[in-house]
C-alpha cells in the first residue's frame, strides 16, 4: 500500500496562472481491494472514474504550460469531490451497479480510506495550491471531468459537447461559454451538474481562496481516444488562453 499514491503532479511550477485538477482522473484501486468485487467492463465503466478526463488535463496542462494534479485512486474507494458528511462518500450502488466490497462498509474501514486516501488528496492539493498562489499573481484555477451521455438508472439524455459549471465566478465561465457558443459547440450552463448546487473540491480548495476558476465537463464518447482528446485540449486552450492573456 505504501506505494500507492493518493495523488501526483505533473507539469512546471509557476510558469502559467493556469492550475488544473482532476478529481476523477483513474479507476485505480490498491492491491488489497481487489476490484471491489467488480467485473473489469465495470471497472472500466464511468461509475469508477471520468473517462478521459485525465488525458485532457494532462493535454490542456502542456498547451497552457500549467501544472496539473490528479486523483490517484478511483473513486468507488472514496470520492475526493465529496463531504465527509455526504452519504455518497463511498457508495454501496452507482449507476444500478451494485459495488461489492463497498456494501455495509463498517467505522474502522470507512476510516481507513478517509485517512489513507482521501485526506493525502485533500492536502496534496492544499500545498500545490498554495505554492501556486505564492508563485504567480491572479491565478486561474481549471477543473476537469466527464460526463456520459445517458445513465443507466434514469432517461437522461445528455445532448451537451461539454459543460461549463460556476458559482463564484459567472465572469470566467461566461468568457469561456460565450466563446465555445461562437465556435459552434453545444455547451452547458452548469449542465450536466451544476456548481451552484455541489462542487466540493472547488468550493474546499478555491472558491475559500476567491481565486478566478471554473470547471470543465467534457462528454466521455467526445474523449475516448488520443487524438480526440489532442482535438479538445486546442478547443478548451482558446478560450482559457483569452482568460490568461496570453492568446
Not at 501544472?67 to 455518497?88: E, F, K, T
Not at 499573481?137 to 477543473?143: A, G, K, Q, R, V
Not at 461559454?177 to 451544476?194: A, H
Request: charged share 30%.
Amino acid at each position: 500500500m505504501s506505494d500507492f499514491l493518493s495523488a501526483r503532479a505533473t507539469g512546471p511550477k509557476g510558469q502559467s496562472r493556469a492550475f488544473l485538477f482532476c478529481d476523477h482522473a483513474t479507476n485505480a484501486l490498491p492491491g488489497r481491494y481487489g476490484s471491489l468485487g467488480l467485473s473489469i467492463d465495470q471497472v472500466d465503466d464511468h461509475i469508477a472514474y471520468d473517462p478521459g478526463a485525465g488525458a485532457v488535463t494532462l493535454a490542456l496542462g502542456e498547451r497552457l504550460n500549467a501544472r496539473s494534479v490528479h486523483c490517484g485512486y478511483s473513486r468507488l474507494l472514496i470520492d475526493p469531490n465529496r463531504g465527509l458528511d455526504r452519504d455518497d462518500l463511498v457508495l454501496e450502488e452507482s449507476d444500478s451497479v451494485a459495488i461489492p466490497g463497498n456494501q455495509k462498509l463498517d467505522w474502522e474501514e470507512r476510516e481507513y480510506r478517509i485517512k489513507t486516501f482521501y485526506r493525502p488528496y485533500h492536502d496534496f492539493l492544499d500545498h500545490e495550491l498554495d505554492t501556486h498562489e505564492a508563485q504567480v499573481e491572479d491565478p486561474l484555477i481549471i477543473s476537469i471531468h466527464s460526463f456520459c451521455r445517458a445513465l443507466r438508472c434514469r432517461d437522461s439524455h445528455r445532448p451537451w459537447q461539454v459543460g461549463v459549471l460556476w458559482k463564484d465566478d459567472e465572469n470566467s465561465a461566461r468568457q469561456v461559454i460565450d466563446e465555445l457558443r461562437q465556435n459552434g459547440l453545444s455547451v452547458g450552463d452548469n449542465e450536466p451538474y451544476s456548481a451552484k448546487l455541489y462542487n466540493y473540491t472547488v468550493d474546499r480548495h478555491v472558491g475559500a481562496r476567491g481565486l478566478r476558476h471554473l470547471t470543465l465537463e467534457i462528454r466521455q464518447d467526445l474523449i475516448a481516444d488520443e487524438n480526440h482528446v489532442r482535438q479538445w485540449a486546442d478547443v478548451l486552450a482558446e478560450p482559457l488562453q483569452a482568460l490568461l492573456g496570453t492568446r
